[in-house]
């Protein structure tokens, strides 16, 4: 799942990683018009709310007036170079003879994918910062945590509740031994 702002640096960058794989004197790079014409389309298709994007691939080509081998071709090309991927899917036949066909296959699910280099250029296009940017952030959001914490509040976040019990009585015993004073009562 990713969001819908997304869609435009998606293709854009699937536009530009076109432009770059095109050797002189083609007309085409490793993805092709029809291929940047059919990521297109599954870009606009795929539902919002669940992702689910399984289309024909007759409907595609419906849909993009061109022919059922090219789309086929497209996708292919599209899996090749790491924008698409599919998982191809069947059903049983009711009632079918032992001796017939047992199941048929119905409309692929197609999973939208990037290439390690064309997520780079979405991240950039989007203006996200790197993952290495973002685990320095962590870092120094949880160590600055840590330096202003409480003893109380470090046991307040545990999350199971045997544990916090266990670090508040240990505190009781460290602090009953310990008195803030520092000085001990005598015996």
């Known amino acids: 799942m990713f969001p819908k702002n997304e869609h435009n640096a998606r293709m854009r960058a699937a536009e530009a990683f076109d432009h770059e794989t095109k050797l002189p004197g083609k007309r085409n790079g490793a993805l ?3 291929g940047l014409e059919v990521l297109r389309c599954l870009l606009r298709l795929r539902g919002r709310k669940d992702g689910r994007l399984d289309p024909t ?3 595609i080509a419906d849909r993009i007036h061109r022919s059922r081998s090219a789309v086929g071709e ?4 599209l899996k090749a170079c790491g924008f698409l991927d599919w998982i191809r899917r069947c059903v049983p036949i009711e009632d079918a003879l032992p001796d017939e066909q047992q ?3 119905i409309s692929n699910a197609f999973i939208l994918l990037q290439p390690p280099t064309v997520r780079e250029c979405v991240r950039r ?3 996200r910062p790197s993952e290495f ?3 320095v952030a962590e870092k120094l959001a949880r160590q600055k945590k840590l ?3 409480t003893v109380d509040d470090v046991i307040a976040e545990v999350q199971n509740p045997e544990l916090r019990a266990i ?3 240990v505190r009781a015993f460290v602090d009953s031994a310990n008195p803030p004073s520092g000085h001990t009562e005598a015996l």
């Open 133 to 135: 940017v973002r685990a």
């Open 167 to 169: 670090l508040a009585r």
């Open 125 to 127: 296009m989007l203006r």
């Open 57 to 59: 691939y007759q409907w």
């Open 74 to 77: 497209a996708l292919e090309r």
């Open 103 to 105: 199941s048929e296959q």
């Open 147 to 149: 330096d202003t914490a």
């Open 32 to 34: 092709g018009a029809v």
